[in-house]
């Protein structure tokens, strides 16, 4: 059984004095809450005063990118240790918005991966097509180099512990979500390739989140769906009530 995993990706969202008021409510929304893994990714600066509002929670804490050495001369770049440091147990690699305004590839999300679970972080391994990609129907095309890039040479044991988010980078901040349908035939072709790349076993075990203009709304139909096990929810994360009813409309 795959326990459904809802992470809040804030972005560059939330100063420190925001950013721990909703971590508080959460923490005390989500209280008892075990059927249900959560995390939410805040700007690095804020990550230390999250991490202190979210102690004893269970809400776990993630990076929103991660670099792959841990230490030396990289002006500007926070490494995995660093990440755990801040009080980090997952961390989130290859967001689209990361591919497409920082010039992230499918070889740096790999070294990425590895790096982040050589330490002991979580990643969340974000893939996806761009909407000229679907019109062009090479959507499955891009999902399949974007996955074998990301997890070249990564065996089994480690991929175990990765989490997939498939968000198509159309209805990212658009408002337009994939049809549950539409997100379905991605997420098992998703896990057909994983089947492929490991074994059936692996890839009935690996989380495969979906991620794109998720809402209170939409989150039930979603994850009615078998392939799909959690949402990356970065607008409706952003608010306390959304995020709750968001969460608490995922399960069944
Ligand atoms: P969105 O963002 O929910 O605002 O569409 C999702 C994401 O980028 O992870």
Redesign the pocket.
Known sequence: MRKPFIAG?W?LNLLTEEAVALAKKLALAFKGMDNIELAVAPVFTVLYAVAKALKNSNIGLAGQDVYWENSGAFTGEVGPESLKDAGCGYVIIG???RREYFGETDQGVNKKLKAAIAAGLIPIC?IGEKLEEREQEKTLKVIDRQMRGALMSIPRAEALKITI?Y?PVW????GKTATPGQAQEVHAFIRKLLAEIYDQEAADSIRIQY????KPENIKELMAQPDIDGA??????LKAESFIALVKNSLP
């Open positions: 990706n972005k967001h689209s918005e974000c988010a968000e209805a990212i901040g658009t991620g794109g203009s998720v990356l929810v970065g607008g409706a994360s």
